[in-house]
């Protein structure tokens, strides 16, 4: 599975969208790309997944670029809710293997 | 409602203790799977199951041991607890087949080895 880069912090207004880069220069063309979030002390909870086209659900949107080297994860108006450590996640979906691979993830700082 | 539960929600132990960890869902998954989490590490995978009597090990597996007798259950067994396995344990479970499916989690379990 491809590895990815995340930026360790981020600090967003309540109100204005979050735009979190991930950077996944490795990634294959049979690769997806998935995004989960951790509040504070619970489990970690889906938000998205795409392979090349943009995606978005009532959460989020997600942009991969043409190269699919790297996405944007978008809260379009972020809220004090969405502080939260995300994670960018790149694998091969086969049938039965979801095994999720962590990193170290964004923490995400909504401040009023 | 559906849901995954783990117990206990925190436990101290000492060091050489057997621990187990419960995880239940009512999802009617068939995978299933435990996850540590510690500082600086995000979760790694400790075991995970496809199924009734099917287990495999994650990237952290050593010291840990499961077993998967129905669908609804995947408890976590410490034979010998250390103080390295001091950790919050997280359960999951998904659907089987299809192109992707989403991971539930549970709330954690946060243990203490002395």
């Known amino acids: 599975d491809a590895k990815t880069t995340q930026p360790t912090s981020m600090d967003c207004a309540e109100g204005r969208a979050a735009n979190l880069p991930c950077n996944h220069s490795?990634?294959?063309?049979?690769?997806?790309v998935y995004w989960y979030r951790q509040i504070h002390s619970q489990g970690p909870q889906y938000i998205i997944h795409?392979?090349?086209n943009n995606e978005t659900n009532e959460m989020a949107s997600l942009i991969i670029t043409e190269d699919r080297k790297s996405s944007t994860l978008i809260l379009p108006h972020a809220t004090l809710r969405d502080t939260a450590v995300y994670y960018c996640i790149v694998r091969v979906p086969f049938y039965n293997t979801d095994k999720l691979i962590f990193g170290t993830g964004t923490r995400l700082q909504v401040f009023p | 409602d559906a849901e995954i539960t783990q117990s206990p929600r925190h436990k101290i132990t000492e060091t050489g203790r057997q621990v187990t960890l419960a995880c239940h869902q009512t999802w009617n998954h068939n995978n299933m799977f435990w996850y540590r989490q510690d500082l600086g590490h995000g979760l790694r995978l400790i075991h995970y199951?496809?199924?009734?009597?099917?287990?495999n090990k994650g990237e952290v597996s050593d010291g840990y041991s499961v077993s998967r007798s129905n669908t609804e259950d995947l408890p976590l067994t410490l034979e010998s607890a250390a103080s390295s396995q001091t950790s919050v344990y997280f359960c999951?479970?998904?659907?089987?087949?299809?192109?992707?499916?989403?991971?539930?989690f549970g709330p954690g379990t946060r243990l203490t080895v002395l």
């Open positions: 490795t990634i294959s063309g049979n690769e997806y």
């Open positions: 199951s496809y199924g009734v009597q099917d287990t």
């Open positions: 999951a479970s998904s659907e089987a087949g299809g192109l992707y499916n989403e991971q539930f």
């Open positions: 795409g392979l090349k």
